[in-house]
Nanobody, 125 residues
Framework: QVQLVESGGGLVQAGGSLRLSCAAS????????MAWFRQAPGKEREFVAR???????GSADSVKGRFTMSRDNSKNTVYLEMNSLKPEETAVYYC???????????????????WGQGTQVTVSS
């Protein structure tokens, strides 16, 4: 059974930093394409950052230079380091595995599966 568990969210002031964790079980992160998404109330789920199987990473233009995706294979965990956070980035953050039958680079939530429960990030102004 594949599971993803996100953690590390919380309340932070604008300009602050947080590191989110996504612990995987039932599937290894070292040979999987994965991504982080976020969803604010009343809005659609939005792509944040992704990694390919070979760990080529990419991110949304809105977070470039501020958010970094990394992983620890020994812990089967991926991370999202977030710096210079903005109030409009308040959302629930999710990680997910890219579906095995999807081979192209993709930022669409529909191409990902095994969503965790998410972790709330609240950025105060």
């Amino acid at each position: 059974q594949v599971q993803l568990v996100e953690s590390g969210g919380g309340l932070v002031q604008a300009g602050g930093s947080l590191r989110l964790s996504c612990a995987a079980s039932g599937r290894t992160v070292s040979n999987s394409a994965m991504a982080w998404f976020r969803q604010a109330p009343g809005k659609e789920r939005e792509f944040v950052a992704r990694s390919t199987r070979s760990w080529a990473t990419g991110s949304a233009d809105s977070v470039k230079g501020r958010f970094t995706m990394s992983r620890d294979n020994s812990k089967n965990t991926v991370y999202l380091e977030m710096n210079s956070l903005k109030p409009e980035e308040t959302a629930v953050y999710y990680c997910a595995f890219q579906k095995a039958n999807i081979v192209r680079l993709t930022t669409s939530p529909k191409d990902y599966e095994y969503w965790g429960q998410g972790t709330q990030v609240t950025v105060s102004s």
